[in-house]
């Protein structure tokens, strides 16, 4: 157990559709880290926040919307669900900028019907 | 082209033999290397990670990062069946400010008895 949390652990929902996943850092980590995984484009990167604010953006959809709350937990929201959207979205956290500390949570797993 | 490239077998091996995993990358700025395992539906975990060039060993892993050949290696001496898994290799740049992983597609590992 990584220490890291997400919520929920499977999430079933028609396109069209907005959900939000949600994620507890570790105890102390400043940084959150968001990624997708899926079967054809394996692990990539989408946001990271550090301490609620946005460091650093990869290949994120502007359907997608992410922020880090001042408790330092943080959500992700996927709006106009598509069926390409289907991925398991896994969260990091770090407790700085430090790249080899990364603790990834189990994932959400996304289904998009 | 990918930023990392990495095969994505799958790779079977008997019990007790060595294991080569491999990476190529193409962005110079790398400086961070690490090799995360993940297990079937679970979240990655870190296994091992070098700062720019040269070997790092581990108990039964050693990595290796040749930075003149862009070329990133993990070894897994006496393979049990317990390390059946997909193996991740991640790069990062030292940025200072943001830390995101880019993440090969992961090799899948087959261990049998």
């Known amino acids: 157990d990584s220490g890291v949390t997400q919520t929920p652990k499977h999430l079933i929902t028609a396109t069209g559709q907005r959900v939000t996943l949600r994620c507890s850092p570790r105890?102390?980590?400043?940084?959150v880290y968001w990624y997708q995984q899926s079967l054809d484009q394996g692990l990539q990167f989408l946001i990271q926040y550090y301490n609620g604010e946005e460091r650093a953006k990869g290949n994120i959809l502007e359907r997608f919307s992410a922020q880090q709350f001042p408790d330092l937990h943080s959500e992700l929201n996927l709006s106009s669900l598509e069926l390409g959207d289907s991925a398991l979205y896994f969260c990091?956290?770090?407790?700085?900028?430090?790249?080899?500390?990364?603790?990834f949570g189990p994932g959400t797993r996304l289904t998009v019907l | 082209q990918k930023e990392v490239e990495q095969d994505p077998g799958p790779l079977s091996v008997p019990e007790g033999a060595i294991v080569s995993l491999n990476c190529t990358y193409s962005?110079?700025?790398?400086?961070?290397f690490m090799w995360y395992r993940q297990y079937s539906r679970k979240g990655p975990e870190l296994l091992m990670y070098t700062y720019s060039s040269g070997n790092k060993e581990d108990g039964r892993f050693t990595a290796q990062v040749d930075k003149s050949s862009k070329y990133i290696s993990l070894f897994i001496r006496d393979s049990q069946p317990s390390d059946s898994a997909t193996y991740l290799c991640?790069?990062?740049?030292?940025?200072?400010?943001?830390?995101?992983?880019?993440f090969g597609t992961g090799t899948r590992l087959q261990v049998t008895l």
């Open positions: 105890s102390g980590d400043l940084s």
């Open positions: 962005n110079s700025a790398f400086q961070y």
């Open positions: 991640a790069m990062s740049a030292d940025t200072g400010t943001a830390s995101k992983l880019t």
């Open positions: 990091a956290s770090s407790p700085g900028l430090n790249p080899t500390e990364q603790f």
